[in-house]
């Protein structure tokens, strides 16, 4: 696990937190936009920003 990425939600942040203290990381915080939309495309980018490393992206169960 190289790098994680969690909403402003404390719920995703809450989740991801043993994890990130386990491997001594800290998260990307990927606001929520306008819309779902543009939520799904900020996470996205944010992840095509990070090649080659792995990516665990905590979400919400009503994230497409």
Same mark, same amino acid.
């Given at each position: 696990?190289?790098? /994680?990425? /969690?909403? +402003?939600?404390?719920?995703?942040? *809450?989740?991801?937190?043993? *994890?990130?203290?386990? #491997? ?9 936009? #306008?819309?779902?939309?543009?939520? /799904? ?6 992840? #095509? ?7 665990? /992206?905590?979400? +919400?169960?009503?994230?497409?």
């Amino acid at each position: 696990m190289d790098h /994680v990425i /969690v909403t +402003h939600r404390q719920r995703t942040r *809450l989740t991801a937190a043993p *994890l990130l203290a386990a #491997r001594g990381l800290t998260p990307e915080v990927v606001p929520f936009g #306008r819309d779902m939309a543009e939520h /799904v495309a900020a996470v996205a980018a944010a992840v #095509r920003r990070r090649p080659g490393q792995v990516v665990l /992206v905590v979400g +919400h169960s009503n994230t497409p």
